[in-house]
């Protein structure tokens, strides 16, 4: 049994202008970072030349033409196998805004690549998911998350018309340190499709455009309010970011995030925003220490307690 993980990750400003319809007319960029919540994958061969599949539900196929799962057998098209079992999980529930799709995509080509004894190349991997999702799935989504869950890292990502950069923040450790233990993830409750709230958003982008633009200039603020340290600047940008990206559609927001967000305002919060399309999933919360534990106390359950990590994409050992 061999093991692969890709991580999660939380977007923190710039969300929207890695979408098609932006990059190919201007360049955007997004401030993201892996997280230690990851997307499994197990994979075990078998004895026979059948392919079983594993995941909420279970699939037992001989011909990959067979598979009922899109995103699986959109990427297991191009490999050659010989009977091979493929089990997934998450560490935490899809349909989340933390980008589980695209890391379930990475995480399997990794796997699939390793067992064609290719080495992981992680912007060939991101590339591929890419493809496979926007181009061959023609799903409307962006390409922030198959990058991010691939290299891993807080890392600044600029997406150009044919091609993406990927840097690296040079932000002092203990700046590093001090943003890592001010982030929460605050749960909505609230599971559901960003496939069908990004078709939405896509079908208005043109009028749009100028509220991308301005999710955009957010960008460089943040970095540079990073860089220095300056926390509580970081947290209303955020806040800003979450207000445009709710004006792009009214389906973003669910009444039900008003309790949440008159929680957080009562606690004098840095800054917040909805992760990934919108209508639910996490909320992102930058605050002081004394404050996150406050989140704690009154969110008990739906708090999420998490780290940045770096890696991205690999093979991990495990004790069968």
């Excluded at 390793?114 to 991101?126: D, F, H, L």
């Excluded at 340190?177 to 079908?203: C, D, P, V, W, Y």
């Excluded at 039900?256 to 008159?262: A, G, L, N, S, Y």
Aim: aromatic share 10%; glycine share 6%; proline share 2%.
């Amino acid at each position: 049994m061999r093991a692969f993980i890709s991580p999660l990750r939380i977007s923190f400003v710039g969300g929207g202008t890695d979408m098609p319809f932006y990059y190919k007319k201007k360049d955007g960029a997004v401030v993201s970072t892996s997280i230690n919540k990851y997307t499994w994958v197990f994979v075990n061969q078998l004895k026979n030349d059948k392919l079983l599949l594993k995941y909420s539900k279970s699939e037992l196929v001989k011909d990959k033409k067979e598979i009922k799962h899109r995103l699986i057998k959109e990427i297991i098209k191009k490999y050659k196998y010989k009977g091979l079992e493929i089990s997934f999980f998450g560490d935490l529930p899809n349909r989340s805004g933390l980008a589980s799709s695209s890391s379930f995509s990475v995480a399997l080509i990794a796997a699939l690549e390793k067992i064609k004894k290719n080495n992981i190349n992680k912007e060939v991997i991101a590339d591929k998911a890419c493809n496979i999702e926007i181009v061959k799935l023609k799903d409307p989504i962006g390409k922030q998350d198959q990058y991010i869950s691939s290299y891993g890292g807080l890392r600044h990502i600029i997406f150009k018309k044919n091609k993406v950069l990927v840097k690296n923040l040079n932000i002092k450790k203990n700046i590093l340190k001090k943003f890592e233990s001010s982030i929460s993830l605050i749960n909505t409750g609230h599971f559901r499709s960003a496939r069908q709230i990004l078709k939405k958003q896509s079908k208005k982008a043109k009028k749009n455009m100028y509220i991308y633009d301005q999710i955009n200039s957010l960008v460089p603020k943040f970095l540079k309010s990073l860089k220095d340290g300056n926390l509580k600047l970081c947290g209303k940008i955020l806040s800003k970011n979450w207000e445009l990206k709710k004006s792009l559609d009214k389906n973003v927001y669910l009444n039900h995030f008003k309790k949440i967000e008159k929680q957080l305002d009562a606690l004098s919060v840095y800054g917040y925003k909805l992760l990934g399309a919108g209508s639910g999933g996490y909320y992102c919360v930058i605050s002081s220490n004394k404050t996150k534990k406050n989140l704690q106390k009154i969110f008990g359950n739906n708090f999420v307690s998490m780290n940045f990590e770096k890696l991205g994409v690999r093979e991990v050992k495990i004790n069968v």
